[in-house]
């Protein structure tokens, strides 16, 4: 009995000494907190709830109205268009671009990473200026695409484009530190074993990087539904055609048709609420399954 | 199933991973490959699997040439360093996957896959384990694991990489004698690389020990202990004393020693070194008649059946080890500052390679 209370007591002095000895004062500890708290307040909880009391301001009809309107209808269908397939584009290009640079040694390497973080580094407009440059009118395959009756700039393929580019680097930054901690060693172990690079693709490496992956699609789907700069040199702002929900909102608004405007910026405002509850739920189980492979990597 | 590796070279930009590689791995022998870490060892196992292709060289499994074949037709048991067991999949299932992934046509139904793998799972006693995840595992559990996953696609040849290099001495020791065994009763012909040269002299048929991309001697534990081929070998199994020598007209010298070297009989003159293990140094506290040099005693290490003394050349500012037997250093009543006689009582004599 008694050796166990003084391991108990020598530990729990440890643990006092430890916290002493890397914190600070309290009121120090307070000061900071209030700073953090009252930036936090000021510059994302003020202007979320401005939000939704904006949208709701005229009452709860009026917000459903908004919302039913045929141009939103559109605006969101659109939205959910260009998520839909900038989505899935970015999920096969990630997972490959990915596993080239994870797992294979080849020339050129360094250069694909940097040009996979070329989205991040440019402005979006600058980006959609480029597809206005390639596929408008005046531009380089121009005149090819009127003769076939093709429309890309001011049309849903452009909006594409733009949503594709500014998305593309998300899934594959997040996969690559991930992959190239997890190495090679179990591919090469699924091939010695018979298995083919399918097989080894579903069976051993996508069940491997499933959370990361997932984390990658969360922020993609986000960054697709909000996209602005780039989308908007694209799209032409056409009503009902090729307004995307933040394109609209910045129409509305212009307008001075605040309530509406609001409304559908709420949408887009609770899709962050959602995007930051699943990253939340993802992070902590991608967490919890560390932990514990790390608890029982102790234990043995 | 014989491995034979001919004229196997291999590098990596400008650096010479394996040079000129020949040797045959009898059937159903365990063999090891011995060497310092950077020695090539590993490069060569997985040139043998087909993870890595030779830059020059062939492979053949008993006759059949396999150099070009692809990695998954050539029936490899392979076991990794780190395990690199599936994560994400059972212990049961990691096992049954080399059967899973077979095409239709030669995939086992789901109760002979059971039966298999729990006959695995027994052989290497672990069955009890079968629902567990490879985290769950200790190391000496993953090791077991990833050797009964390598067996279950009835492989012809097994290759290991480090296989114990992970674990902790205990578990190591157990593992290794459980591995001979375990080979004792399979007859697989089965390679594995270790830089432990106890691990190799205690586990092989047959050492192949390498040096810088290059094979420096093959034998049986015995004789790579007992004739190592080059200074290189001596040096790697076990401790020796090195002493500089000169050989004149086939005798070699060491201070006033004269050796009698009969490998070199035809040499003239030249410089050498003479290699002594530490229980073949004879210490004695009086001149004796036998022809010796003089050492002080500088430091004693008695733990365990044998005594090892460090000894100061009286002549040279070197040091060198000895072994005795217990009874013998408590005979000799030695201690610190002991003034003692030396005689190698078996030296082998290499030459200095001519600058």
């Known amino acids: 009995m008694s050796t166990i209370s003084v391991t108990q007591h020598s530990r729990y002095q440890a643990k006092v000494a430890r916290s002493r000895a890397t914190s600070e004062p309290a009121w120090i500890r307070w000061v900071l907190i209030a700073i953090a708290l009252a930036f936090l307040t000021l510059f994302l909880f003020i202007p979320l709830a401005a939000v939704f009391t904006e949208a709701l301001r005229k009452g709860f009809d009026t917000y459903i109205n908004a919302l039913v309107d045929p141009d939103a209808l559109s605006a969101i269908q659109l939205t959910l268009i260009a998520a839909a397939i900038a989505l899935p584009l970015n999920l096969v290009f990630g997972v490959a671009a990915a596993w080239a640079i994870a797992k294979f040694d080849f020339k050129g ?31 380089w395959f121009g005149e090819w ?13 452009g909006i594409v484009l733009a949503t594709v ?8 930054r997040e996969l690559i530190p991930l992959m190239q901690a997890q190495g090679k060693d179990e591919e090469e172990a699924a091939l010695v ?12 490496t996508l069940p491997n990087i499933k959370w990361g992956l997932l984390y990658g699609m969360i922020l993609t789907n986000a960054r697709a539904m909000g996209e602005f700069g780039a989308v908007s040199v694209v799209s032409g702002h056409i009503r009902g055609m090729t307004n995307t929900m933040p394109l609209l909102v910045e129409i509305l608004y212009n307008e001075y048709q605040y309530a509406a405007a609001f409304a559908v910026a709420s949408l887009l405002a609770l899709l962050a609420l959602v995007t930051l509850a699943l990253k939340t739920f993802v992070e902590w189980q991608a967490a919890k399954n560390a932990e514990e492979t790390e608890l029982a990597v102790m234990q043995s | 199933m014989s491995i034979e590796i001919n004229h196997i070279s291999k590098s990596f930009g400008k650096f010479n991973a394996l040079q000129d590689i020949n040797f045959t791995v009898p059937s ?38 396999t150099t070009d074949l692809d990695v998954r037709k050539r029936q490899v048991g392979f076991v990794f360093q780190h395990y690199a067991l599936f994560r994400h999949m059972t212990v049961f299932e990691n096992v049954a996957f080399g059967l899973r992934v077979r095409p239709k046509t030669t995939r086992p139904n789901e109760a002979e896959i059971r039966r298999r793998v729990h006959e695995l799972l027994n052989l290497v006693q672990l069955d009890w384990l079968a629902d567990r995840y490879p985290p769950q595992l200790s190391g000496g559990q993953r090791q077991r694991i990833a050797l009964a996953r390598a067996l279950a696609v009835e492989p012809k040849v097994l290759l290991l990489d480090e296989p114990f290099g992970a674990l902790d001495a205990k578990v190591r020791k157990d593992l290794r004698r459980w591995l001979r065994r375990l080979h004792d009763e399979l007859h697989i012909t089965s390679v594995f690389v270790t830089h432990d040269q106890e691990e190799a002299l205690e586990v092989a048929d047959t050492i192949v020990v390498m040096n810088h991309g290059k094979v420096e001697q093959i034998g049986s534990p015995q004789q790579v202990y007992d004739q190592p081929a080059s200074p290189f070998v ?10 500089e020598s000169r050989v004149t007209k086939g005798r070699a010298k060491i201070e006033d020693i004269h050796i009698d070297s009969t490998e070199h009989h035809a040499v003239e003159d030249a410089d050498a070194l003479a290699y002594v293990r530490p ?26 059946p044998l005594v090892r003394l460090e000894l100061q050349r009286n002549a040279e500012n070197t040091i060198i080890e000895a072994e005795l037997t217990r009874e013998r250093f408590l005979q000799l009543q030695l201690k610190e500052g002991s003034q003692v006689h030396v005689r190698p009582r078996h030296v082998r004599v290499f030459l200095k390679p001519s600058a």
């Open chain 1, 109 to 139: 390497k360094s250069i694909l990473i940097t040009l996979i973080d070329l989205p991040f580094a440019v402005s979006p407009v600058v980006a959609g200026l480029i597809y206005v440059l390639i596929f408008g009118l005046q531009g």
């Open chain 1, 145 to 157: 695409l009127l003769d076939h009756d093709m429309k890309v700039i001011f049309a849903i393929p």
């Open chain 1, 165 to 172: 580019f500014v998305t593309f680097p998300f899934i594959a």
């Open chain 1, 193 to 204: 074993l018979g298995a083919s690079g399918w097989q080894i693709l579903w069976r051993v």
């Open chain 2, 28 to 65: 159903g022998e365990l063999v090891a490959l011995l060497g310092p870490s950077g020695c090539g060892k590993t490069t060569l196992l997985r040139i043998i699997a087909g993870l890595e292709s030779p830059g020059e060289g062939r492979i053949a499994f008993h006759g059949d040439d």
């Open chain 2, 234 to 243: 001596y040096q790697f199994l076990g401790n020796v004393n090195q002493f």
């Open chain 2, 279 to 304: 229980h073949d140094i004879e210490v004695f506290t009086e001149p004796n008649g036998h022809a010796s040099f003089p050492a002080t005693v500088s430091y004693i290490h008695s733990l365990g």
